[in-house]
C-alpha cells in the first residue's frame, strides 16, 4: 500500500494566519486555508465559541495578494463578525459584512498587504505597493479615500499604533539589504490629521534584523531582534534606549519575515506567547517580561509551531504540526493543558505509511532524515534543498515527502548553511557563497547517509523548488554525487534572473554571490546554464507559466543547453500556476511526474502513473 497523489493534494499546504477574537461566548478563532480543489484559493474560515466552523469567505472571493510577490498578511476580522480582506482578482482590500463584499480601495495597479486595525480608529492599515513603490496608509472602513500614514524605506511591514494613540511604529529596510540582512525599527508621532511626523529609528541597522515589534506601553516595544546573532525578545524605549534582552539563550524567537504580517510574538494580558527554537523544534511559549522565564504550552506532540500566534480571553490561537499529524489550527490555554485543534480534520492515511523523522548532523549540516518503507539495507534516496535559500524545513507531517518514503525513497531534508533556525553565523555561512555552500552541504548529507550504510551511492538524487531548485541544478552540474534532479520552478542563471526578477528578490543575489558588475565571474562560474554540460544526470524541470518570481525562461533555457550537450531532460509547464502548485490537478500531475522520473533514474516501475518521456541522447 502506497500513498496516492490525491491524499497530498488534499492536505497540501496550510493555515497561514490566525487570530483570536474575545466574545461575550468565548474565544472565536479565525484562520485562512488553501482550497486545492476550488482552484486554489484561500478562504477564511470562522470557528464559533460553540464549536461550529462556518466560511467567512463566499465561493470565489480568494484572501490572497501580490505585495512583494509572496504576498503578505490578507485580511482581519472586524469587530462584530465582518471582515476585511484583500481579493487576489484585483487586489482590492474589500469589507464583508453580509451580502457580498464592499470595495474599500479603488481599482487600479495598487497591491495591498499586512493589514491591521489600530485600537479606536475606524480604518485599516496597510502596506500599499504601486510598482516599486510601497508605503503604509489607513482605508476608511466606511468608504472614503485611501490617506498616506508614512513613506520611509523601500520596503516596509508591521505598522502598529501606541496604546495611547500618539505614536506609530513600524519596520523598514532598504536595497540591498533582505529583511533578515537589516531592518529598521521606527517610531513616529502620529499627527492630528492621522499622517506621521519625522520618524527617529530605534532599533536594527545593516547587520540587525528585527523582524517583529509590539508596543509594551506608550513608551517602549516588545522588539524580535537579533544583535546577539539570534532572534530573542527585547525591550526597546520609543526614544531608543536598549533595555533588557528577555530571552538570552541560543533560540530563534522570530523567523525570516518573507510574507509581511508574521507574528512569532503576541502579547497577552502582561504575559508573551511566543514561538522559538530551532527548525530541529518549534515551540510554543509563554514568556513572563519580568522574570525572563519562558513556560512551554501545547503540549509535546507538536514538533513544529508556524509563525502566527494571536492571544485574547486567555486563549492562544496558533498553528502546529507535528510528524504524524498536517499544520492544524489549534486553541490552547495560556495556562496550559494540551491544544485543542479547532480546524477541520483533514483524511490522513495509515499511519503505518508515515516515515519517522529524525534530526542528524553530519559534517555540521542540519538534515532531517525520513526512511523508506520496506527498505533493508542501503536505498535510493532523495535530497531535498528547500527553498529560499533563507529558509528552512521544519520536522512534521509532510504527504509528499510520505509518497516517496511509502514508496521505497528515502528522503533527506537538508537545512544547508545559509538557512534559517540555527542563528545569524549559520545564516551567514552561505553570503557569497550560493552556489557552493548548498551544493557542498547537500553532498556531504548524500555522502554521509552512504558511509552510514543508509543511501545506495548510485541511486541518489536531488531535487527542490525555486531556491531549491537552484541547488538541484547547480548540484547536478557542479558535483558528481547525483544521479539526477527534479527542478520545481528553478534558478538557472543568476545575472539573467536578477535582471528580470521582482523588485523585492532584485538585490537578493548582492549578498548571496555579489554585487554586479564587480563579481560577474562568480556569476559565470556559478551559473548552472552556462555549465549545463557537466550534468552528472538527467534533469526534469517543473515550472508555472503565470511565475512573476521565476521566469519560465529560466527553465526553457537550462533544457536547450542540456539538449546541445547531449545531456537527458524534460519539461513540464502548468498554466494558470505562479510560484508554487496551488491547484489539486497541478499538484497531482507533479508528484506523478516526478515519480515516474525516479522509476527511469532508478530503475523501477511505475505502473500507477503516466510515462514520462525524457528528451536528449540515452
Keep these: 500500500m502506497s500513498i496516492r497523489p490525491i491524499d497530498v493534494a488534499r492536505t497540501d499546504g496550510g493555515p497561514q494566519w490566525v487570530e483570536a477574537v474575545a466574545t461575550p461566548d468565548g474565544v472565536e478563532v479565525w484562520w485562512d486555508e488553501p482550497r486545492p480543489h476550488e482552484g486554489g484559493r484561500r478562504c477564511v474560515v470562522r470557528r464559533l465559541p460553540g464549536g461550529e466552523r462556518v466560511d467567512a469567505l463566499p465561493t470565489g472571493w480568494n484572501a490572497r495578494n501580490r505585495v512583494i510577490e509572496y ?21 482590492r482590500v474589500y469589507r464583508l459584512d453580509g451580502g457580498d463584499p464592499v470595495p474599500l480601495t479603488p481599482a487600479g495597479p495598487a497591491r495591498y498587504a499586512d493589514l491591521y486595525l489600530p485600537p479606536g480608529r475606524e480604518e485599516v492599515w496597510a502596506v500599499r505597493e504601486i510598482e516599486d513603490v510601497r508605503d503604509l496608509v489607513a482605508i476608511p472602513l466606511g468608504g472614503g479615500p ?6 520611509a524605506q523601500h520596503f516596509v511591514m508591521n505598522p502598529r499604533l501606541s496604546p495611547g494613540g500618539g505614536h506609530l511604529s513600524w519596520i523598514g529596510w532598504n536595497h540591498p539589504a533582505m529583511p533578515w540582512d537589516g531592518t529598521e525599527l521606527c517610531v513616529a508621532p502620529l499627527g492630528a490629521d492621522g499622517v506621521a511626523g519625522p520618524h ?20 517602549s516595544l516588545y522588539a524580535v531582534t537579533d544583535p546577539t546573532g539570534w532572534w530573542n525578545v527585547h525591550v526597546i524605549g520609543r526614544d531608543g534606549t536598549r533595555g533588557r534582552n528577555l530571552t538570552p539563550m541560543a533560540a530563534e524567537f522570530g523567523a525570516a519575515p518573507w510574507k509581511p504580517g508574521l507574528t512569532c510574538l503576541a502579547v497577552a494580558d502582561g504575559r508573551l506567547v511566543v514561538v522559538y527554537g530551532t527548525a530541529d523544534r518549534r515551540r510554543l511559549g509563554v514568556l513572563d517580561p519580568d522574570s525572563g522565564q519562558v513556560r512551554e504550552i501545547g503540549g509535546e506532540a507538536a514538533t513544529y509551531w508556524a509563525s502566527t500566534v494571536s492571544a485574547a480571553g486567555g486563549k492562544v490561537a496558533a498553528v502546529a504540526a507535528s510528524p ?53 539495507g542501503p536505498a535510493p534516496y532523495l535530497i531535498f534543498a528547500h527553498g ?8 512534521m507531517l ?11 525513497l528515502g528522503v533527506a531534508e537538508v537545512n544547508y548553511g545559509g538557512s534559517t533556525g540555527y542563528g545569524r553565523a549559520y545564516r551567514e555561512r552561505l553570503r557569497h557563497q550560493w552556489g557552493v555552500v ?42 558528481d554525487v547525483f544521479a539526477g534532479g527534479v527542478a520545481h520552478y528553478a534558478i538557472t542563471d543568476p545575472e539573467s534572473w536578477a535582471a528580470e526578477t521582482h523588485d523585492f528578490e532584485s538585490r537578493y543575489l548582492d ?48 533544457v536547450a543547453e542540456l539538449d546541445r550537450h547531449g545531456k537527458r531532460w524534460a519539461l513540464l509547464t502548468y498554466p494558470g500556476e505562479q510560484h508554487g502548485w496551488r491547484r489539486e490537478e497541478t499538484i497531482v500531475a507533479v508528484l506523478e511526474a516526478e515519480l515516474a522520473f525516479y522509476g527511469i533514474l532508478f530503475g523501477f516501475d511505475t505502473p500507477e502513473v503516466a510515462p514520462l518521456k525524457l528528451e536528449g541522447h540515452a
Design 511 to 558: 549578498g548571496l554571490i555579489g554585487p554586479l558588475p564587480e563579481t560577474r565571474q562568480r556569476y559565470t562560474d556559478r551559473s548552472p546554464l552556462l555549465q549545463a554540460g557537466q550534468a552528472s544526470g538527467p534533469c526534469l524541470m517543473l515550472h508555472g507559466l503565470e511565475d512573476a518570481i521565476v521566469d519560465v525562461g529560466q527553465a526553457r533555457r537550462f
Design 438 to 479: 548548498d551544493v557542498q552541504d547537500c553532498a556531504k548529507v548524500a555522502r554521509g547517509l552512504v558511509e552510514l550504510g543508509l543511501a545506495d551511492a548510485a541511486n541518489i538524487a536531488i531535487r527542490g523548488g525555486s531556491a531549491g531548485g537552484w541547488t538541484t541544478v547547480a548540484a547536478l552540474v557542479h558535483s
Design 200 to 219: 527617529e529609528v530605534v532599533a536594527g541597522g545593516p547587520q540587525e534584523s528585527v523582524v517583529q515589534a509590539e508596543w509594551r506601553d506608550d513608551d
Design 146 to 151: 485611501v490617506r498616506r500614514i508614512v513613506q
Design 388 to 395: 529560499g535559500p533563507t529558509g528552512s524545513s521544519p520536522i
Design 398 to 408: 509532510d504527504l509528499e515527502i510520505a509518497y516517496f518514503t511509502s514508496r521505497g
Design 324 to 376: 504524524y499529524t498536517p499544520l492544524e489550527v489549534v486553541l490552547v490555554d495560556l495556562d496550559g493543558g494540551e491544544p485543542e485543534v479547532v480546524s477541520a480534520p483533514k483524511p490522513l492515511p495509515d499511519r503505518a505509511l508515515l516515515p519517522d523523522p529524525e534530526p542528524v548532523t553530519i559534517e555540521g549540516v542540519h538534515a532531517h532524515l525520513y526512511p523508506p518503507a520496506g527498505v533493508q
Design 71 to 91: 504576498g503578505g498578511r490578507s485580511w482581519r476580522p472586524l469587530p462584530g463578525g465582518g471582515l476585511v480582506f484583500t481579493n487576489w482578482a484585483d487586489q
